[in-house]
DNA sequence: CTCTTGAGCGCC
DNA sequence: AAACGGCGCTCAAGAG
């Protein structure tokens, strides 16, 4: 499953224009366009000029409860012509889809009364009037809807596209600033109404008063004018496409928190004792070369100068190495590395700060997040959860797992399945490519060169053919660095730190020059990116429209700005593909488990291998492609027994 | 006692 | 004059 190149012709012919005649790499619209759109959101609306009666049956709109099968089916007639619906649940039992129970189901359409209904007093079997709702094809609108798609899903209920998620949608229109995106608070800045949500964790297992009642009603009624407001400011922002990607996105997120990962227990612990061997061979190493100074000279005799030093204290390792005798002034990595060769016993304490970080974030760390109903770990995902657009992951985060083998292939699946780990190829250095449009480069990708060998070519004066696979590593090193605009200082510790690359101040400097030149493109970039900085905009936009603001108390960084569309446009390549893969997805017995950045594992029943790689493939390359074209893309895809391999 | 902050480190 | 960007977690240390 290869790419079909597009002939280098085409792909050349494409970027044929100058540099200058294209589209502002960081924002499509004029700065003055940009205040217009923000002015919006950066200010209260003042409601005091709005026929407030308008809102007033929003408050506290009229209610109906359904409790009974014959009601049910009388009550939700009107909804079945309805293209739009209010939806908003209220749970028994906490918040926990696997654990807690839906009560409530709150319904809202235009000129009606809520129709609440009561699943607790409701026969499974006789819920299908609300089910084949829940399936249909009307736009359902939520706050958060990703709560109310993992439990309904789990109530057997589960809603189908399309979506609109005023939370979301809220998060995309102020992506960047700080915001708090409660509903509560969310109505309060966009519709001027105060809600009132006392009730919000009030017992809903009981026999329910009608203030509940009338709060349930509330949170559903109201989701209709706000997903009116939202619409509009997402329209006037330009955020439209941005915000229903989003929502195409959320059915592969809630699914992924459910379905979550499978750790085997007893290899991670065997993993566990392994590394707590380790650290404590090198807490003994540490302790025997390093001492805390004593304070009290006359008595540095008695045992108080053999206690230990506690390795993790930044405070007190700076005060054991100055009195050891070593110059530094922090204990950051940065700084002891230099010295790691010289003192064994800084190596030693480097070793010692990554082994026990390992030890309590993760080994000792991830079996908490063991859930005792399914025995997998369900993190919380939340797909903006970065300023750039990024995910993020909580509770525990599964992005940052160590990526050795040892340690991932503690990651598993079901019986009778496998993984298939998929990865975009250089995601990033083909995003640059393409919204630089460096000639260099567009040329390298659609010839199928190798970039990381290129670049350290470039930069070392050789021929191709002659670059050695540590010298393609400086490439590798040089392309990720520089392209976001670190300075070359950072850039000689950071070609030390990770790599063992010791670079003269001098050599890093030349290396950054020549990058620069060769890529006249990524320079161009960068000027242009520079000059919209320097006049004090406050807003960057991805080749999809996805936007960043920062608010007018804190300047932007440039690096911030240089590093957005990048970032960002590949958080929306992958949010693509999501929204792809789980309609793809729906007929098979794949499940999408995790998601880390430019990564997607499924677990895939072993007959299912070929058919779900496929998919899998085109979902991931069609999105790709959307955005990266007439930059090829690329995905590998590998079928692996565990995470490791 | 809890809460917050910063250092440090894991990932892309 | 700015000097890779984006996250979350744990521990130490200080604040209240």
Redesign the pocket.
């Given at each position: 499953m290869k790419f079909k190149p597009r002939t280098v012709g085409d792909i050349i012919k494409h970027y044929s224009t100058p540099h200058a005649d294209r589209a502002c790499p960081t924002s499509f619209y004029s700065w003055e366009e940009t205040q217009v759109m923000m002015k919006d959101i950066t200010t209260h609306n003042n409601f005091h000029n709005l026929p407030n009666n308008k809102f007033i049956s929003a408050i506290k709109p009229a209610y109906k409860l359904i409790d009974n099968a014959e009601h049910l089916k009388i009550a939700l007639k009107p909804f079945q012509q309805a293209k739009i619906i209010g939806i908003d649940c209220e749970t028994a039992l906490g918040t926990d889809p696997y654990r807690a129970k839906v009560r409530l189901v709150q319904l809202a359409i235009p000129d009606r009364p809520v129709t609440i209904v009561d699943i607790g007093a409701i026969a499974p079997a006789d819920l299908n009037p609300l089910r084949a709702l829940l399936a249909g094809n009307a736009l359902k609108i939520g706050h958060n809807l990703k709560f109310e798609l993992m439990m309904l899903t789990i109530a057997q209920l589960p809603p189908s596209l399309p979506f609109f998620d005023t939370y979301l949608a809220y998060r995309v229109l102020v992506a960047g600033l700080k915001r708090n995106f409660s509903l509560e608070s969310a109505v309060d800045r966009l519709l001027g109404i105060k809600l009132d949500k006392t009730l919000q964790t009030s017992d809903w297992s009981g026999t329910l008063t009608p203030n509940q009642l009338q709060y349930a009603a509330t949170d559903a009624a109201i989701l209709l004018p706000l997903r009116e407001t939202l619409k509009q400011k997402l329209k006037v922002s330009k955020l439209w496409e941005t915000a229903k990607l989003e929502f195409a996105c959320l059915p592969a997120v809630a699914s992924m928190e459910l379905n979550g990962m499978l750790l085997d227990r007893e290899q991670w612990k065997v993993l566990g004792d392994k590394l707590c061997q380790t650290r404590n061979l090198l807490l003994t190493q540490i302790n025997s070369q390093l001492h805390l100074p004593n304070p009290h000279q006359q008595i540095s005799l008695l045992p108080e100068f053999t206690e230990t030093i506690?390795p993790?204290?930044?405070?007190?390792?700076?005060a054991a190495l100055q009195s050891a005798g070593i110059p530094v002034n922090?204990?950051?990595?940065q700084t002891?590395i230099p010295f790691a060769g010289k003192y064994p016993v800084i190596q030693a304490l480097?070793d010692y700060?990554?082994?026990?970080?390992?030890i309590?974030?993760?080994v000792?760390?991830l079996p908490?997040h063991i859930h005792p109903v399914t025995g997998k770990i369900h993190?919380n995902w939340?797909q903006i959860?970065?300023?750039?657009g990024?995910f993020?992951?909580?509770?525990?985060?599964l992005?940052?797992?160590?990526?050795?083998g040892e340690t991932r292939q503690c990651f598993i699946t079901a019986p009778g399945c496998v993984l298939l780990k998929a990865d975009y190829s250089q995601i990033e250095l083909r995003i640059m490519a393409k919204i630089s449009g460096d000639r260099a480069m567009v040329a390298a990708y659609a010839k199928g060169e190798d970039l990381h060998k290129l670049t350290a070519s470039l930069v070392l004066d050789k021929p191709l053919s002659k670059i050695a696979s540590d010298e393609r590593q400086l490439g590798k090193i040089v392309n990720?660095?520089l392209?976001?605009?670190?300075?070359?200082?950072?850039?000689k510790h950071?070609a030390q730190s990770e790599h063992g690359v010791i670079l003269t101040r001098e050599k890093a400097s030349l290396f950054r020059k020549k990058f620069f030149n060769s890529y006249s493109g990524i320079k161009q970039f960068h000027a242009a990116v520079?000059q919209q900085w320097q006049k004090g905009i406050r807003e960057s936009r991805t080749a999809s429209g996805r936007r960043r603001l920062w608010s007018k108390e804190s300047?932007p960084?440039?690096?911030?700005m240089?590093?957005?569309p990048i970032?960002g446009l590949s958080a929306d390549i992958t949010k693509l593909a999501l929204a792809k893969l789980v309609v793809a997805l729906k007929r098979t017995g794949a499940k999408l488990i995790c998601v880390?950045?430019?990564?997607i594992l499924l677990e895939c029943p072993i007959a299912e291998i070929e058919q779900v790689k496929t998919l899998l493939h085109s979902c991931m390359v069609s999105a790709g492609d959307k955005f990266l074209s007439p930059i090829p893309c690329e995905v590998e895809i590998k079928v692996l027994a565990t995470w490791g391999g």
């Amino acid at each position: 499953m290869k790419f079909k190149p597009r002939t280098v012709g085409d792909i050349i012919k494409h970027y044929s224009t100058p540099h200058a005649d294209r589209a502002c790499p960081t924002s499509f619209y004029s700065w003055e366009e940009t205040q217009v759109m923000m002015k919006d959101i950066t200010t209260h609306n003042n409601f005091h000029n709005l026929p407030n009666n308008k809102f007033i049956s929003a408050i506290k709109p009229a209610y109906k409860l359904i409790d009974n099968a014959e009601h049910l089916k009388i009550a939700l007639k009107p909804f079945q012509q309805a293209k739009i619906i209010g939806i908003d649940c209220e749970t028994a039992l906490g918040t926990d889809p696997y654990r807690a129970k839906v009560r409530l189901v709150q319904l809202a359409i235009p000129d009606r009364p809520v129709t609440i209904v009561d699943i607790g007093a409701i026969a499974p079997a006789d819920l299908n009037p609300l089910r084949a709702l829940l399936a249909g094809n009307a736009l359902k609108i939520g706050h958060n809807l990703k709560f109310e798609l993992m439990m309904l899903t789990i109530a057997q209920l589960p809603p189908s596209l399309p979506f609109f998620d005023t939370y979301l949608a809220y998060r995309v229109l102020v992506a960047g600033l700080k915001r708090n995106f409660s509903l509560e608070s969310a109505v309060d800045r966009l519709l001027g109404i105060k809600l009132d949500k006392t009730l919000q964790t009030s017992d809903w297992s009981g026999t329910l008063t009608p203030n509940q009642l009338q709060y349930a009603a509330t949170d559903a009624a109201i989701l209709l004018p706000l997903r009116e407001t939202l619409k509009q400011k997402l329209k006037v922002s330009k955020l439209w496409e941005t915000a229903k990607l989003e929502f195409a996105c959320l059915p592969a997120v809630a699914s992924m928190e459910l379905n979550g990962m499978l750790l085997d227990r007893e290899q991670w612990k065997v993993l566990g004792d392994k590394l707590c061997q380790t650290r404590n061979l090198l807490l003994t190493q540490i302790n025997s070369q390093l001492h805390l100074p004593n304070p009290h000279q006359q008595i540095s005799l008695l045992p108080e100068f053999t206690e230990t030093i506690n390795p993790r204290s930044p405070k007190q390792v700076l005060a054991a190495l100055q009195s050891a005798g070593i110059p530094v002034n922090s204990t950051n990595t940065q700084t002891l590395i230099p010295f790691a060769g010289k003192y064994p016993v800084i190596q030693a304490l480097l070793d010692y700060r990554s082994v026990s970080t390992r030890i309590s974030t993760f080994v000792e760390g991830l079996p908490h997040h063991i859930h005792p109903v399914t025995g997998k770990i369900h993190p919380n995902w939340f797909q903006i959860g970065a300023r750039s657009g990024r995910f993020s992951c909580r509770e525990p985060n599964l992005t940052n797992i160590p990526r050795d083998g040892e340690t991932r292939q503690c990651f598993i699946t079901a019986p009778g399945c496998v993984l298939l780990k998929a990865d975009y190829s250089q995601i990033e250095l083909r995003i640059m490519a393409k919204i630089s449009g460096d000639r260099a480069m567009v040329a390298a990708y659609a010839k199928g060169e190798d970039l990381h060998k290129l670049t350290a070519s470039l930069v070392l004066d050789k021929p191709l053919s002659k670059i050695a696979s540590d010298e393609r590593q400086l490439g590798k090193i040089v392309n990720f660095g520089l392209i976001y605009g670190m300075g070359v200082n950072k850039f000689k510790h950071m070609a030390q730190s990770e790599h063992g690359v010791i670079l003269t101040r001098e050599k890093a400097s030349l290396f950054r020059k020549k990058f620069f030149n060769s890529y006249s493109g990524i320079k161009q970039f960068h000027a242009a990116v520079r000059q919209q900085w320097q006049k004090g905009i406050r807003e960057s936009r991805t080749a999809s429209g996805r936007r960043r603001l920062w608010s007018k108390e804190s300047k932007p960084l440039l690096n911030e700005m240089l590093n957005h569309p990048i970032q960002g446009l590949s958080a929306d390549i992958t949010k693509l593909a999501l929204a792809k893969l789980v309609v793809a997805l729906k007929r098979t017995g794949a499940k999408l488990i995790c998601v880390v950045h430019d990564e997607i594992l499924l677990e895939c029943p072993i007959a299912e291998i070929e058919q779900v790689k496929t998919l899998l493939h085109s979902c991931m390359v069609s999105a790709g492609d959307k955005f990266l074209s007439p930059i090829p893309c690329e995905v590998e895809i590998k079928v692996l027994a565990t995470w490791g391999g």
